[in-house]
Structure formats: C-alpha cells, structure tokens
C-alpha cells in the first residue's frame, strides 16, 4: 500500500480549513495581527500584489526571521484590501500530513475545501517550500498553468535556494531575501525611535543627512542588547527566550541548519564535525583564518574545510569576506580571509552575553557592523591587509566598485575614544586613503562623534551604535528607491 493513501483526503481537506481560518472568520489570527511588521514589509508586499506579470515570490531567509509572520500579514493586508476570503490559502509544506504529494495536488485540494470554480485571481502561500523534493520544478509548473494566479512561497536554507531557483525557475521567480533584524529594525520593534533624530554630520567638508541621537548611553545600551539578542523577531520581543537563548535559537536554529537542513541538502556525513567548527567560527568571528591553520586547529582537510564554508554560508549562519592589499587589489591566491557570524546574537545561544569590557566586544561590534552591511546582498565588501615595514596595515571594510575596478570607500571599526585624540595614530588608514586617493574616512568610536583632519585626509568619528543604525535605514531607503 502507498503511505500516502494511508491519509484520507477528508484529513487533509480538514487541515487545510484548519490552516486558513479566513475562509470562514474573514481575518487571520490574532495572534499574527498583533506582532509588529518588519520593516521589510513595506518592500515585500508589492511583489505579493503584483498580478500582472507571471512570477512567483520566492521568499528565503534563515530561520526563525519571521518568513512565515511575513506570510501573515501579507494574507492579512490582502483581505483587508478586499480579496475574497476564499482566494486566500496557506499551506505549510512541513506538515507530514502532504507527504508525498506535489504542489498542484495540495493547491486543487484547497480549492477543493473552499469548492471554488476556478483558480483565477487566487492568491496561494506555500510555507518552507524546501521540505518538497524538486520543488522548483513543481513551482514553475503551477506558474505556467495558473497565470492567472499568485504564488508566494518560503523557505530557509537562503542560498540553496537561490541557486534552485535561479536555475529552475528563470524568468519565473522573483526571490526575495529577509535578512536577521538590523540595529534600525530592533529600534523600531522595541519602540526606541525617540532616541534617535535625523540631524546632519560632517563627512568631506561636506553636511550630509545622518540619524543622530541626543542620548548615546541609553543608545549604546539599546545597541548591546541587540548584539546579544537582536538577530530575530521573537527573541528581541520576549525576555523568557533571552534568559534561554542556548535552547531557544541553538536547538532551533543552528541545530536545525546544521543537524537537519545542511545534511539533507548537500548529503553531509559528519554532522557533528560540521557542528565542532561552526562552534570554533563563531567564537572566533571577526578573526582573519588560513585554510592551513584552520585544517590545523580542525584535523579537517582543506577541501572539506572550503565546502562547510560553503554550506555555514547557503544557511545564512556566517560571511566569508577576502582580502584585498594596500592599493585595494584582489590577490590572485587566497590564502586568508575573514569569517563573521551573519548576526551577533548567534554567539550569544553558543557561548554567553557580552558586556562593553569583554575582550571580544571588538570583534562583535566589527561582526554587528558587517551584519548590517551583509542586508545589501551585491555589495562588494572586503578587508586590507598588507605588509606595512616590520608590521601588518589593516582597514577592516573597503568596498569595491567591480565596473571601475577601485575601491569607493573605506571605514576602521574601533570601539575605542582614543582615536578622536589620537588621530595620527591611524597610520594604516592614513595610508590606505592616500594609496587610494581618498581624501576623507569613516572611523567609529563608542560615544564620541568629532571631526579631524590629518595629512589632508579628513576623518569623521561616530559612534558605533549610531553608524549600525544608519546603515540600516539607508539599505531600506535604497531598496524601495531600486524597486519603486
């Protein structure tokens, strides 16, 4: 006997009315109205409205970013619009109870439970898409037999299912990355906006618009909070999961990646071996490694070490960037490159909170920072190193502009006042603006915003929780500016 006639189709038709309770109360639970949105919404629901042209949303993200709570409110802001009830479904693809079934079949199945007619101006949800074997396929299938209905689907292992469906479904899907929460999304969820104001500051003898805020201690402490617990909605929102982030986001976030999705995506055999270096990269994040040290320190060879890289990295969990040298020049032959945890937080399930006087504060305020940068997904970003006399020069982030092949700018992480007094004494960075003719830099601090100039290269000092939060608001202003 086939497993899936074991479930009768009456169960399913039941689950599917359980699923979307709309179809009898005419709104989603409340439970879904009253979380707060993200502020990516306001990007994502166009793509969800857009009927007219035949593509489906694919939307992908780590876990536990509020996918599914997007999902929601997307359903919710739909019927509130006036969509018939009855052309709403949602369908969690993770439920064993569709085992064995394809896309179409659960979708006729909801139109079977609603008993419409036909599919047209229908708007259909499917839920952690990734559980369905080829389901690119199955997704370009239904868009080509149902133009006139929108597809919205979601997912958790972000890059393989980008490369899924970047590969299967050309011209079909329009994907859409949710990213952890930035330090200007935490703001908004924990209604803090008041601490920061929209003033100017000076960068290149130049006024530009700047968030700026009239209480940076109350800030900074808003900004440690969010580097040990402001990766995910849930966690920010309740003190009960921060006082058990071990159980909460390792158990249900990185366990689930590398235990569960990892393996099943890419056929890997030693989990726990995987588990033992994303352990040793997390503690370490912020740090420069060598594939020769690392397979060191690891007892893993070289070629396994560049393809758990290459995993951490499609589950969303960490970013490899690379070096660069002194005139911003890519080398031939990796041989270092630095690896930061894609939020901060996730060092905190592993090991503990951090405070202002840790010695690993610095790197975490270098991998907070880098994680904002990390929500504009074609960015070019990298580090410089070189051989300066008898030490090393380093800038930690310099972005690259691929088409003119030069670097556009560059900043140097500090959590440190002495700089704004001592200004000469960031020789590297001085060094670096002049190989590359620029003639004004970015350097932060931990509450102090100054401007000084030295060897006519002109350094503006600001606070590192205040640079985070501007970063976040202008990646929002610049994807609805791209997408509008």
């Known amino acids: 006997m086939a497993f899936d006639t074991v479930i009768p189709t009456s169960k399913r038709i039941e689950r599917l009315r359980y699923e979307n309770p709309w ?6 639970q409340e439970v879904y109205q009253n979380m707060s949105r993200r502020l990516y919404f306001d990007l994502f629901y166009p793509f969800v409205k857009e009927t007219n042209i035949k593509r489906a949303v ?9 996918k599914t709570v997007m999902m929601y409110h997307s359903i919710h802001a739909l019927l509130e619009e006036g969509v018939p009830r009855k052309n709403v479904f949602f369908i969690g693809i993770d439920n064993p109870i569709y085992m064995h079934l394809g896309l179409e079949d659960v979708l006729l199945l909801a139109q079977e439970a609603v008993q419409l007619d036909h ?5 259909v949800f499917f839920d952690e898409i990734q559980y369905l074997k080829d389901w690119e396929r199955h997704l370009k299938v239904l868009v080509d037999s149902y133009p006139k209905t929108k597809f919205v689907v979601s997912g958790s292992a972000a890059a393989a299912l980008r490369l899924q469906s970047t590969e299967s479904g050309a011209g079909r899907f329009t994907d859409f990355m949710l990213p952890p929460l930035t330090f200007h999304e935490y703001i908004h969820l924990k209604g803090l906006q008041d601490l920061v104001q929209q003033k100017t500051i000076r960068y290149n003898q130049q006024d530009i618009p700047f968030y700026t805020t009239h209480n940076i201690k109350e800030l900074n402490k808003a900004f440690f909070h969010y580097l040990n617990y402001g990766g995910y909605p849930e966690v920010v929102l309740s003190e009960h999961i921060q006082s058990d982030m071990g159980r909460y986001v390792k158990s249900d976030i990185v366990d689930k990646v590398l235990l569960r999705d990892l393996p099943s995506l ?29 397979a060191k320190d690891s007892g893993i060879t070289k070629d396994l070490l560049k393809k758990y890289l290459e995993y951490l990295e499609a589950a969303f969990l960490i970013k490899v960037i690379h070096k660069v040298n002194e005139t911003a020049k890519k080398l031939k032959r990796i041989t270092s490159f630095k690896v930061y945890l894609t939020n901060s937080s996730l060092r905190t399930a592993l090991f503990s909170p951090i405070i202002e006087t840790d010695n690993e504060t610095g790197n975490m305020i270098e991998t907070a920072i880098f994680s904002q940068w990390m929500h504009r997904e074609h960015l070019d970003l990298k580090y410089a190193r070189w051989k300066m006399g008898r030490k090393e020069g380093e800038v930690d982030i310099v972005l690259l502009d691929n088409k003119l092949f030069k670097p556009q700018w560059c900043v140097e992480i500090k959590w440190s006042n002495r700089f704004v007094d001592k200004p000469q004494e960031l020789k590297s960075l001085r060094h670096f603006c002049k190989e590359n003719n620029f003639t004004a830099t970015l350097v932060t601090t931990i509450d102090v915003m100054d401007n000084k100039t030295v060897d006519d290269v002109h350094i503006t000092f600001v606070p590192a929780a205040v640079y985070a939060y501007n970063i976040g608001v202008n990646t929002i202003e610049l994807k609805s500016n791209n997408w509008n």
């Open 58 to 66: 694919v939307l992908m993200g780590p876990r536990r970013v509020g």
């Open 23 to 28: 179809w009898v109360t005419g709104t989603v």
């Open 119 to 123: 599919l047209e101006g229908c708007f």
């Open 266 to 294: 890419y056929g890997i055999k030693d989990v726990q071996e995987l588990n033992s270096f994303f352990t040793y990269i997390a503690y370490n994040s912020g740090n420069e490694f060598s594939y020769e040290r690392l």
